[in-house]
């Protein structure tokens, strides 16, 4: 014999129900419910008396219903690339910080650089009547993010842009300057023979770093060498690359490193060939990200703003929502150029 569980769903609890155990009219109770107890001169009392009710009986608004007469969902869509590294959870908290005492909640999604799911992203953003969109920059999605600005929601770009997008507003790091303080530390230290690992990617905001990098050694008259300069992948497995440049006769005394994850893996891969930092190498980060903290590995890296920059990049979607603009063209780049000095350039 086969027993059939049923579960009966709970009926939803209408405004009707709450004016009929209050014994007010179903009008009344409306408007206390939207708030406009006040603007209806409705006294404090009923109100309260009504919102107890509400409560008790688990009356759960109807924000669709609500939304659909303000044309507005109070939500502001994120779309990162990835939650990898600690930039994510950082510029969350900033968003969050901002966000809390108003009338928006953030909606976090990623791509994993993927274009199809990006596309579906927004596609879900935009069909929703999301308010604003703040976005990590996709260089495969310039298409997509046209269609954002095509259905007039506010876009943001955050920690980058893109060629041919500088109508969209921009948050992001300065990085050309804590790039600057980066190599300013290791020319400082004496160090004549700067080599460069970095991301592979064309962005603005991670070419500053490079180009931050040549104009250094071009005030202080020190060679660039192009074999001492390398690119890579974000996730890539660099090691080996470090040990190939490290095994010639001529090879750095320091290291520039774009990313702090390129900059772990350097230490790992030089003391893996018996080379001691910083004596033999120094070797300096960019992001401040977890890890390089760690007593073995010992990073000095520069600050990187990131709740500074979510705050900001909410503020602005908020701005945009309220003037009814999708976009306007300002550009914000934040200073984070604090020095943390660790074992990795101090002797």
């Known amino acids: ?91 969350l908290k900033g968003v969050r910080s901002v966000l ?53 929601t506010p876009l943001i770009f955050l920690n980058d842009t893109l060629e041919g997008m500088s109508d969209v507003d921009m948050v992001a790091w300065n990085a050309r300057e804590a790039s600057k303080t980066a190599m ?38 020190i060679d660039l060498r192009e074999d001492w300069m390398r690119l890579f992948p974000l996730e890539a497995d660099i090691s080996n690359h470090v040990v190939e440049m490290f095994s010639k006769k001529r090879r750095p005394d320091a290291l520039f490193c774009g990313l702090d994850i390129y900059g772990i893996q350097v230490i790992g891969a030089l003391e893996g060939m018996g080379l001691k930092v910083p004596e033999d190498v120094a070797v300096v980060g960019m992001g401040n990200q977890p890890g390089s903290e760690f007593p073995s590995i010992s990073l000095s890296t520069v600050n990187s703003p990131n709740e500074s ?18 976009c306007t063209g300002s550009r914000h780049l934040l200073h984070g150029d604090d020095l943390v000095i660790r074992r990795s350039t101090s002797i």
């Open 100 to 152: 809390g005492d108003t009338e928006y909640s953030p909606f976090l999604s990623t791509h994993e650089f993927d274009v199809n799911l990006l596309e579906k992203e927004v596609e879900l953003m935009l069909q929703h009547r999301f308010d604003a969109i703040i976005s990590v920059p996709f260089k495969e999605g310039k298409k997509t993010y046209q269609r954002i600005i095509d259905n007039g």
């Open 309 to 326: 920059i979510g705050a900001k990049a909410a503020s602005l979607a908020i701005e945009l929502i309220e003037q009814k603009q999708s």
């Open 1 to 91: 014999m086969v027993f059939a569980a049923s579960i009966s769903m709970k009926k939803q609890v209408s405004t009707s129900m709450i004016a009929k155990e209050a014994g007010i009219a179903v009008s009344t109770t409306g408007f206390i419910l939207s708030g406009k107890a006040r603007k209806m001169k409705i006294s404090e009392k009923t109100e309260q008396r009504v919102l107890a009710i509400a409560k008790d009986l688990g009356y759960v608004p109807n924000a669709l219903a609500k939304n659909l007469r303000r044309n507005r969902s109070g939500i502001i869509g994120l779309l990162y690339n990835h939650l990898k590294h600690h930039w994510a959870d950082e510029s």
């Open 184 to 221: 300013n530390h290791l020319i400082s230290l004496g160090r004549k023979e700067i080599g460069f690992v970095g991301w592979d990617d064309g962005r603005r905001m991670i070419r500053a770093r490079v180009e931050a990098y040549r104009n250094c050694l071009k005030r202080e008259g």
